[in-house]
């Protein structure tokens, strides 16, 4: 059996990247709302999903990008009544 090589991060610049996590995080907002989360937006599911990148810096893309896409509605949810709770939220 052979051995691949790790295939390496693709180089896009800081703009493209995060105009591609924008996206996403658009994406995943209008799967929400298909499930009756009508005030769910973009920012809001980046708020939540980069919260706890704040203690050791943003991760390579491919994490970014995964915990994105599996960010579940309870997750979601948790997060914005624990920031109500604490006074963080609109």
Not at 65 to 77: A, E, F, H, P, R
């Amino acid at each position: 059996m052979s051995e691949r090589e790790p295939v390496p991060e693709p180089e896009l610049g800081d703009e493209e990247m995060s105009r591609m996590v924008e996206q996403l995080c658009e994406s995943k907002a209008e799967e929400f709302r298909l499930l009756g989360y009508d005030q769910v937006k973009g920012a809001d599911v980046w708020e939540c999903v980069s919260d706890k990148y704040h203690k050791k810096g943003t991760p390579p893309l491919h994490v970014v990008v995964n915990d994105i896409l599996s960010l579940k509605v309870t997750q979601y949810m948790n997060f914005i009544t624990l920031s109500l709770y604490r006074g963080e939220r609109r």
